[in-house]
Each structure stands twice: as C-alpha cells, then as structure tokens.
C-alpha cells in the first residue's frame, strides 16, 4: 500500500507569501483609519468651507461700510486673519481622538504597537499633505480673484507667506506639527488617561515658563525676534523640531500602554 503525497487539499495552509510583509502591516493600520473618513476628511473639508463662508459674508458687509473711499484702508486691515489656523487646532484634537479611538481595535486585530505608531505616523503625513494642498488651492482661488472679489485673506493672510509654494510648505508644516503633537498627548491619554495629561500640562507649562525666564536674565529675546523675523516658513520649519520630539515621545509611551475600555 502506497502512501500519497500531500495535496494540500486537508491539514493546515502554509501562509501566503507578502499577506504578512511589514508593508501590509502598516497598511492595514492606515485602512483602520480610512475606515471612517467622515472625521478625518470629510468633516474638516465642511468646516473649514463653513468658516470661508462666514467670512465672505464679513467681507460683504466690511465693503458695503467702508464705501469706495475706506477699501484701501480696510483691505490692508483684511491681510490679517485667524480663520486659517482652524485647521490645525482642529487636526491636533483629531490626532488625540484618532489614536485613543483606533490603538485598541488594532492591538485587537494582532497589530504591534510598533507598526500601529508607523502606520499612524504615515497616515498623519498623508491627511497633512492632503490638508497643505487643499488649503494652497484655496489660497490660488482666493489669490487671483482678488480675495474672493471682495478683497478678503483667509487662506493668502500675511501669516502664511507671500507665494503658493511658501504658503504650501506652511501649512504642510503646520499640520505636521499639529498632528504629530497632538500624537504625543494621545499617547500620554492611552497610557494614563487624565492624570497623566494633567502632569504633562503642568510640565509643559514649566517649561514654558523656565524658557521664558531664561530668555528674560539672558537677555536673549532677540533669538526668538529672529526665528520671527526668517517670515512664516522659517517659523513652521522650527515647529517640526518640537513635533518630531513629541513623535518620538509618544512612540515610547505608547510601547507600554495597554488598550483600555
């Protein structure tokens, strides 16, 4: 009696070659994210178009007041606005619930925490490229219909620079800086919910204020007027240094953290 080779018809499969590559990790952490894009994407776009709204209808009334005769005087006063920065508070609070929200469905699904924290990073990188694009658009409509016929700066404010590519790097900067800090507090709110923000808080705060102090003995303000003084770029390229610490930070708290319900 013969015995017959082994089909591969019964008895446990041998796993399919590249199903589980570092590769496919990282996707699947990024699909865990994309699985909702309402808070992510969507959401954002609608509020961000919100606030435009708003501030062309000020613009409207700002014109009807001030007449032909005030429009110059009030144009250069619609050079500054803060409307822009929604954006990136807004994203900093999205990075804290994204994390919080999606670190133990992945831990659930076998991911690392290793590979939850790049993937999470690479999805960080990509909404930041996607935001940075989107508002540099906006900021070419907005530039060459004159501020949206009306003279106004949303999106083209002195804040962001004078051209498309500085404004674009702006954002793109700012957003990074947003996201990547607000995954150094998610981190700190996974592993030690609200005791451990409150003492991150209180260290920040610290911080700050010893910068400040040794600043002011050291006579050494005209440092900080000088990051100022590079204009925009200069100051979001400097963010990236406290965002990529709080990147860092935030991988290592995040290592010894348990999912929680």
Request: no cysteine; proline share 5%.
């Amino acid at each position: 009696m013969t015995t017959m080779p082994a089909t591969g018809v019964s008895g446990p499969r041998a796993p399919l070659p590249g199903l589980r590559t570092p590769a496919t990790r990282l996707l699947n952490v990024i699909r865990l994210y994309a699985a909702n894009p309402y808070t992510v994407l969507i959401l954002p776009f609608i509020i961000l178009l919100g606030i435009l709204a708003v501030n062309v209808a000020i613009w409207v009334l700002i014109n009807i007041a001030a007449g032909p005769q005030g429009m110059p005087q009030a144009e250069r006063g619609l050079q500054y606005s803060g409307a822009g920065f929604y954006p990136f508070v807004y994203f900093l609070v999205v990075a804290v619930q994204a994390i919080n929200i999606t670190f133990s469905i992945a831990l659930g699904y076998g991911t690392t925490r290793r590979n939850f924290y790049l993937g999470t990073a690479i999805t960080f990188v990509l909404i930041a490229a996607v935001f940075a694009i989107a508002m540099g658009a906006l900021g070419l409509v907005e530039q060459l219909t004159g501020g949206w016929w009306l003279g106004g700066h949303m999106f083209t404010s002195v804040y962001f620079g004078a051209n498309w590519w500085t404004r674009l790097l702006v954002f793109f900067f700012g957003l990074l800086f947003a996201l990547f800090t607000g995954s150094g507090f998610a981190a700190v709110w996974v592993r030690w919910k609200t005791t451990g923000l409150v003492i991150a808080f209180a260290v920040l705060a610290a911080l700050v204020l010893g910068s400040v102090y040794l600043l002011t003995v050291s006579s050494s303000w005209s440092l900080v007027g000088a990051v100022f003084d590079g204009g925009p770029l200069a100051f979001t390229a400097w963010l990236l240094i406290p965002a990529g610490l709080s990147a860092v930070a935030g991988y290592f708290i995040l290592r010894r953290a348990t999912p929680r319900s």
